[in-house]
C-alpha cells in the first residue's frame, strides 16, 4: 500500500481530480491517503470526498486527515504539494496595488509582480514541508502543482535533498488545442517540447513522422482560428515555434501586449482574470462542500495530470513519458545550469529521468532568458533575505518594465511588501532608495 500525502488537500475540486485518476488504476486502489491542510473546515470536507470516492473505486484504499502536517507526511511514499499561500485575499492584493500604478495583470500566478509575491509567500512554505519530508519521509517523491512553479522548483532543487518535480498541464492542454485547430485525432499528434514552465516551446510537431507545421500556419490564416489564440500566434509569427501556455498567460510574459488599451483590445486579453477564477474557485468550493454534506455521489472522471501516472509508472515500473519541471542539469544546453526547466521525462521504478534536449533555437533561449532573470532573483532574495533582489526582480520583468518607471516600480514593491509582510520571509534591510 503506497502512502500518498497531499498538502493543500482543501483544494477539494484538484484534490478529487487527482484521486479519482489513483484510483482509477487496479495496482493503486489500496492506496493509503493521508491529508493536510491548515483550514479544518476544508479538511474535513476533503476528507468525506476522499471517503466517497473510496466508496465508489477503491478497494482496501483509507484516508486519514490531520491538520499536523508532520504527522501527515511520516512514512510518506508520495507527496503532493496544491498549497495557496494567502488564498484569495493575498490574490486580490497582487492584483489591486499594481492597478494603482497603472499596471494590468491577467493570471499573476507565474511571472509579473504577482507571481513574483506568490512566489515570496510560497517558497518559505514549501521549503518548510521539505524539510519535514528530509525528517520523516526522505526517500518520498515531492510532485508540485503549485505556482509559481519555476521559482518553487529551483528553490527546492537548489536547498533541499527532496526528490522532486513540477507538474504542469500546459503541453497536455496545447497538444490537444493545435489537434483542434488542425481537425486530426489527439493520439496522431507527434511532440517534442522543451523550454521552461508556461513557455516551453513545441520544437517539432508531427504525424507519422511529417512536420505539421505547415498545416499549423495555414491554419493560423482561419480568421476563426486565429481569434481563439491571437497573442500565441502572434508570437509564432514573430518566433517561428508555438508555445505551451495560453495566450492571456503569454501575454504578461512578454512586453509587447498589456502596455496599452488598443493592444489590450486588439489581442482580447482578459484583464483581472484570475481574480474571476479565484472567486469561480470559491463558489466551486461552496457547492462541493454542501454535496458532500448532503452525501450525494461525488462525480469522477480521469483526467490528463500526469501526478496518478507517474506514482503507477515507479509502483509498477511501466515506463512512461511526461514533461516535468527540473533542476537544468544540462538538459538544455544554452539556457542557465541553475534554471529550472520543462523537458521531457521518463519515468519508471527508477523515478523521474529527465531527458537531454541540446540547445533551443536561439531566439527561443532568449525568450526563455528574460523569464529565467527574474525567476532567478526572486528566489535569491528568498533563501538570501536580501531584499534589493525582490526590487530588482521587479524592475527585470518583461511587463512591469513596460509599463512603469523605477521609480514607480520601487514604490510598488514598497508597498507590496508592506502589505504582505505578515506572509512573507524576514528581509534584510536593503540599500533601495
Same mark, same amino acid.
Request: aromatic share 6%; net charge negative.
Given at each position: #500500500?503506497?502512502?500518498?500525502?497531499?498538502?493543500?488537500?482543501?483544494?477539494?475540486?484538484?484534490?478529487?481530480?487527482?484521486?479519482?485518476?489513483?484510483?482509477?488504476? &487496479?495496482?493503486?486502489? &489500496?492506496?493509503?491517503?493521508?491529508?493536510?491542510?491548515?483550514?479544518?473546515?476544508?479538511?474535513?470536507?476533503?476528507?468525506?470526498?476522499?471517503?466517497?470516492?473510496?466508496?465508489?473505486?477503491?478497494?482496501?484504499?483509507?484516508?486519514?486527515?490531520?491538520?499536523?502536517?508532520?504527522?501527515?507526511? $511520516?512514512?510518506?511514499?508520495?507527496?503532493?504539494?496544491?498549497?495557496?499561500? /494567502?488564498?484569495?485575499?493575498?490574490?486580490?492584493?497582487?492584483?489591486?496595488?499594481?492597478? $494603482?500604478? /497603472?499596471? $494590468?495583470?491577467?493570471?499573476?500566478?507565474?511571472?509579473? !509582480?504577482?507571481?513574483?509575491?506568490?512566489?515570496?509567500?510560497?517558497?518559505?512554505? !514549501?521549503?518548510?514541508?521539505?524539510?519535514?519530508?528530509?525528517?520523516?519521509?526522505?526517500?518520498?517523491?515531492?510532485?508540485?502543482?503549485?505556482?509559481?512553479?519555476? #521559482?518553487?522548483?529551483?528553490?527546492?532543487?537548489?536547498?533541499?535533498?527532496?526528490?522532486?518535480?513540477?507538474?504542469?498541464?500546459?503541453?497536455?492542454?496545447?497538444?490537444?488545442?493545435?489537434?483542434?485547430?488542425?481537425?486530426?485525432?489527439?493520439?496522431?499528434?507527434?511532440?517534442?517540447?522543451?523550454?521552461?514552465?508556461?513557455?516551453?516551446?513545441?520544437?517539432?510537431?508531427?504525424?507519422?513522422?511529417?512536420?505539421?507545421?505547415?498545416?499549423?500556419?495555414?491554419?493560423?490564416?482561419?480568421?476563426?482560428?486565429?481569434?481563439?489564440?491571437?497573442?500565441?500566434?502572434?508570437?509564432?509569427?514573430?518566433?517561428?515555434?508555438?508555445?505551451?501556455? &495560453?495566450?492571456?498567460?503569454? &501575454?504578461?510574459?512578454?512586453?509587447?501586449?498589456?502596455?496599452?488599451?488598443?493592444?489590450?483590445?486588439?489581442?482580447?486579453?482578459?484583464?483581472?482574470?484570475?481574480?474571476?477564477?479565484?472567486?469561480?474557485?470559491? +463558489?466551486?468550493?461552496?457547492?462541493?462542500?454542501? +454535496?458532500?454534506?448532503?452525501?450525494?455521489?461525488?462525480?469522477?472522471?480521469?483526467?490528463?495530470?500526469?501526478?496518478?501516472?507517474?506514482?503507477?509508472? %515507479?509502483?509498477?515500473?511501466?515506463?512512461?513519458?511526461?514533461?516535468?519541471?527540473?533542476?537544468?542539469?544540462?538538459?538544455?544546453?544554452?539556457?542557465?545550469?541553475?534554471?529550472?526547466?520543462?523537458?521531457?521525462?521518463?519515468?519508471?521504478?527508477?523515478?523521474?529521468?529527465?531527458?537531454?534536449?541540446?540547445?533551443?533555437?536561439?531566439?527561443?533561449?532568449?525568450?526563455?532568458?528574460?523569464?529565467?532573470?527574474?525567476?532567478?532573483?526572486? %528566489?535569491?532574495? !528568498?533563501?538570501? /533575505?536580501?531584499?534589493?533582489?525582490?526590487?530588482?526582480?521587479?524592475?527585470?520583468?518583461?511587463?512591469?518594465?513596460?509599463?512603469?518607471?523605477?521609480?514607480?516600480?520601487?514604490?510598488?514593491?514598497?508597498?507590496?511588501?508592506?502589505?504582505? $509582510?505578515?506572509?512573507?520571509?524576514?528581509?534584510?534591510?536593503?540599500?533601495?532608495?
Amino acid at each position: #500500500m503506497a502512502k500518498v500525502t497531499i498538502i493543500g488537500a482543501g483544494s477539494v475540486v484538484f484534490a478529487n481530480r487527482l484521486i479519482s485518476d489513483i484510483l482509477s488504476y &487496479s495496482e493503486l486502489k &489500496s492506496t493509503f491517503f493521508s491529508l493536510t491542510d491548515i483550514d479544518p473546515v476544508r479538511l474535513a470536507t476533503a476528507q468525506k470526498m476522499t471517503e466517497s470516492l473510496i466508496q465508489q473505486g477503491g478497494e482496501g484504499a483509507r484516508v486519514e486527515a490531520t491538520l499536523d502536517r508532520k504527522e501527515a507526511l $511520516k512514512d510518506s511514499d508520495y507527496v503532493i504539494n496544491l498549497i495557496q499561500v /494567502g488564498m484569495h485575499e493575498a490574490t486580490v492584493t497582487d492584483f489591486e496595488i499594481p492597478k $494603482k500604478y /497603472g499596471l $494590468k495583470q491577467t493570471i499573476a500566478d507565474t511571472l509579473g !509582480v504577482g507571481g513574483i509575491f506568490r512566489a515570496l509567500r510560497t517558497i518559505p512554505v !514549501v521549503l518548510e514541508i521539505c524539510r519535514d519530508m528530509e525528517e520523516v519521509c526522505p526517500n518520498a517523491l515531492l510532485l508540485n502543482y503549485t505556482n509559481p512553479m519555476a #521559482m518553487i522548483m529551483h528553490a527546492i532543487q537548489k536547498s533541499t535533498s527532496i526528490k522532486s518535480v513540477g507538474l504542469c498541464h500546459s503541453v497536455q492542454n496545447t497538444t490537444e488545442e493545435i489537434a483542434s485547430y488542425l481537425n486530426i485525432p489527439l493520439e496522431e499528434v507527434e511532440i517534442k517540447v522543451a523550454g521552461i514552465n508556461h513557455m516551453a516551446w513545441f520544437l517539432e510537431l508531427k504525424r507519422n513522422g511529417e512536420d505539421l507545421y505547415p498545416l499549423l500556419w495555414e491554419a493560423m490564416d482561419d480568421e476563426e482560428i486565429y481569434k481563439k489564440d491571437k497573442v500565441r500566434f502572434e508570437m509564432m509569427k514573430r518566433l517561428n515555434y508555438f508555445i505551451t501556455e &495560453s495566450s492571456e498567460h503569454m &501575454s504578461e510574459y512578454t512586453p509587447y501586449f498589456i502596455k496599452r488599451d488598443g493592444l489590450i483590445k486588439e489581442f482580447d486579453i482578459p484583464i483581472d482574470e484570475y481574480i474571476r477564477r479565484s472567486e469561480e474557485n470559491l +463558489k466551486h468550493f461552496q457547492a462541493s462542500k454542501e +454535496k458532500i454534506e448532503r452525501n450525494e455521489q461525488i462525480e469522477t472522471e480521469t483526467s490528463h495530470e500526469y501526478g496518478a501516472p507517474i506514482i503507477h509508472a %515507479v509502483e509498477t515500473g511501466n515506463t512512461i513519458e511526461i514533461w516535468g519541471n527540473v533542476i537544468n542539469s544540462n538538459l538544455i544546453t544554452n539556457l542557465p545550469t541553475d534554471a529550472c526547466v520543462e523537458v521531457p521525462c521518463l519515468v519508471n521504478k527508477r523515478g523521474i529521468q529527465p531527458t537531454h534536449i541540446g540547445d533551443l533555437p536561439p531566439q527561443l533561449a532568449a525568450m526563455n532568458l528574460t523569464n529565467i532573470n527574474v525567476q532567478k532573483l526572486t %528566489v535569491e532574495a !528568498v533563501l538570501t /533575505g536580501n531584499v534589493d533582489y525582490v526590487y530588482q526582480a521587479v524592475m527585470l520583468d518583461p511587463h512591469t518594465s513596460s509599463v512603469l518607471s523605477l521609480a514607480e516600480i520601487w514604490d510598488m514593491t514598497d508597498e507590496l511588501l508592506e502589505a504582505h $509582510k505578515d506572509l512573507l520571509p524576514p528581509f534584510e534591510k536593503g540599500r533601495n532608495l
